[in-house]
């Protein structure tokens, strides 16, 4: 995988509505308060705006899809735009697994934003389950600067 | 005074150096300390104080589950486990890590005597740890309050 500087990438609009410079909003959940910091800072070094939540019901509701069913489309307000979506896959309640596939069964715009899935555990069976249900990639923990790098290689590359 | 911070600077990579030799950290914190920059000075420091909040609550409650021989919530050891396994392996937190991993398969067989031990050696491991790393970050504070700049560490 290439892992040279994707940073010049950033110049391009991540979306068409908006014009110049797009900071890549990413929602980063996690039950683990370390890993959401660690996340956090990861993807804040490499210039993104991160918003966290720590189980996949909180992420839901931050999407527009709570309990509530107010359906507000999230992607219509600016200021809620999600680009990416990185989860870890160990959660209780509901995991990051069961959390992909709400996001992939929208029938809104929702469905195309990408869902990188996070695990300590290296399961091939689990990973593949994943990608096929749509997962944009499968990161292992613990995470490090060269890991969120690719990610934004790898979803650049997607988009063009 | 440029020998001063000279001496703290040489102080504060033998130190690092030997934490990683004796396998209290691994790789991972090497990467953490790589996230630091001026903005955030402190993001090493802040973040492995969470840890050992983290530790400290997470064996309480474990231990308060492995109390009664004739009642041990074993899921609930298991994701008291689970957690710090995860939060070790983040930090670079090895023999705490290492420990987690033997924890683990006690839980995962139910050998109460067997979690007691582990539970024991990770509140070791964890308290030993901390106190490493707090003189290192007062190796860390000395340097600046010197007027130097805290070296990079390469770990092989």
Redesign the interface.
Same mark, same amino acid.
């Given at each position: 995988m290439n892992s040279g500087s994707c940073s010049s990438l950033m110049e391009v609009g991540y979306d068409h509505h908006h014009h110049g410079h797009e900071e890549l909003h990413v929602l980063a959940v996690d039950d683990? %308060? &370390?890993?959401r =910091? !660690?996340v956090e =800072? %990861?993807l804040k &070094?490499s210039s993104c705006k991160v918003t966290t939540a720590e189980n996949a019901i909180r992420a839901l509701e931050y999407l527009g899809l709570g309990d509530q069913n107010q359906h507000i489309d999230a992607l219509t307000n600016n200021n809620l735009k999600v680009n990416l979506i990185i989860t870890d896959y160990?959660m *209780?309640g509901m995991t990051g697994f069961e959390l992909l596939k709400k996001v992939k069964q929208e029938s809104s715009n929702l469905k195309e934003v990408p869902v990188v899935i996070m695990s300590?555990e290296n399961i091939p069976t689990r990973i593949n389950k994943c990608l096929a249900s749509g997962a944009q990639m499968f990161m292992q923990? *613990? !995470? =490090? %600067?060269s890991d969120v790098e690719k990610l934004k290689c790898h979803l650049m590359k997607c988009r063009s | 005074m440029n020998n001063v911070v000279a001496q703290l600077q040489r102080q504060f990579h033998d130190y690092l150096v030997s934490l990683y030799q004796q396998g209290f950290l691994d790789n991972q914190f090497s990467e953490l300390r790589k996230l630091q920059d001026d903005g955030t000075p402190d993001f090493v420091a802040e973040v492995v104080s969470l840890f050992f909040e983290d530790c400290s609550k997470l064996i309480n409650t474990m231990s308060r589950s492995l109390e009664r021989p004739e009642n041990v919530d074993f899921k609930q050891v298991d994701s008291g486990v689970h957690q710090l396994k995860g939060s070790s392996s983040s930090v670079g937190a090895r023999r705490v890590k290492n420990v987690c991993i033997s924890f683990k398969e006690c839980c995962d067989v139910q050998n109460r005597e067997g979690c007691i031990r582990c539970l024991q050696q990770v509140d070791y491991e964890y308290k030993m740890l901390k106190t490493k790393l707090q003189d290192l970050f007062n190796l860390e504070q000395q340097i600046l309050q010197a007027g130097g700049t805290i070296p990079q560490v390469d770990i092989n």
């Open positions: 683990n %308060l &370390i890993d =910091k !660690l =800072k %990861l &070094i160990c *209780p300590s923990k *613990p !995470l =490090k %600067l | -």
